[in-house]
């Protein structure tokens, strides 16, 4: 059988912090700047949100916020090589498209304006052809 036994918890039992018999008691009036929402002090609403994080610093456990920390360098590097590689990548493909890309972007007008005279030259020869058939009387015999 099994015998259960009661252990004293020695912080519940101390002295609790607060005001003494000899000393006043505590202002607890409505006047009171604490209790009083109108009367807060102009210096706690010029508060930066790096102040009210640098604040949570005592909240956070260290262990949280160690791992907190390594998560956010861990992926401000995957960021900052991304970033590098695809700026390196891109430089890459855009000389690659300019050296290869112009000139043949070039030698590709220029073929199709070669094309474009000799098809010309062709249908001016065709005119003329036509022309000195004409000219000489050989007329071909409808059917």
């Known amino acids: 059988m099994v015998k259960l036994e009661e252990v004293p918890d020695e912080e519940l039992n101390a002295p609790q912090m607060g005001p ?3 000393e006043d008691e505590w202002d607890t009036d409505d006047e009171s700047e ?4 109108a ?16 604040a949570l610093q005592d909240i956070v456990p260290p262990t949280y916020r160690k791992s907190i920390s390594n998560a956010a360098s861990t992926g401000y590097s995957w960021a900052a090589s991304a970033a590098g590689f695809s ?3 891109l430089w890459v493909v855009s000389t690659s498209a300019l050296l290869l890309g ?3 972007a ?4 220029e073929e199709q304006q070669v094309q474009e005279m000799e098809r ?10 036509m022309l ?12």
Do not use: C
């Open 39 to 54: 009367s807060l002090d102009s210096d706690n609403l010029d508060e930066t949100l790096f102040d009210r994080l640098a």
């Open 120 to 129: 010309e030259m062709r249908m001016q020869q065709n005119a003329q052809g």
């Open 87 to 89: 700026g390196t990548a």
């Open 132 to 143: 000195t058939q004409g000219a000489t009387g050989e007329a071909k015999p409808a059917l």
């Open 20 to 22: 003494k018999s000899d």
């Open 102 to 104: 112009v000139p043949w």
């Open 34 to 37: 604490t209790s009083s929402i």
């Open 106 to 109: 070039l030698a590709f007008s």
